[in-house]
């Protein structure tokens, strides 16, 4: 996936959380764009649940991995994993508006899917209803396991794949 696409991930840190919460906003601007609220409302809103957001996943998923993505050195995006035994949760991944639908989302999925494949485990994930990533997940076969209120926990598993769309290494 990263070949030809100069992309980088390293873990985040402290000095890239301006960058993460201007990302943050940018997942959530058709949401806030309906509302009759000012743009300090908005900002202050947009913090409050970026705070709240990066609080829960730090907490909840201790051991996963947080990392920018960079091209050219320079950040796009947020890739948060968490490989567990028995499982790859996709905690969250976001781009930048620019870097949306040109077929970036569908390679750092694809990414996912072989590392899922290669270990044997499924890929799972939680989106909500109105996310337009839904329909790309559709796409690339995940299922949905259970919808609770506007989340949707979806899940790919290599060993339900057809066997025409599976690598020939592993075709029987």
Known sequence: MRDGMD???????????AFLERLYATTRE????????????????????????????SETFEG??????????????RLY???RPDEIRLIDIALLPEQRGCGLGTALMNDLMNQARARALPLTLHVESFNPA????????????RTDGVHHLMRW????????????????
């Open 7 to 17: 992309l980088s991930f390293r873990p985040i840190r402290s000095e890239d959380r």
């Open 30 to 57: 058709s949401e806030l764009a309906r509302l009759p609220w000012s743009e300090a409302e908005k900002s202050a809103f947009l913090k409050m649940q970026f705070e709240a957001q990066h609080k829960f996943y």
């Open 64 to 77: 996963a991995r947080f990392d920018l993505i960079e091209r050219a050195s320079e950040p796009i995006g």
């Open 81 to 83: 994993v968490d490989t």
């Open 134 to 145: 839904r329909l790309l997940y559709q796409r690339l076969g995940f299922a949905t396991l």
């Open 157 to 172: 598993d290599a060993s339900l794949e057809p066997a025409a769309q599976r690598p020939s290494s592993e075709r029987g």
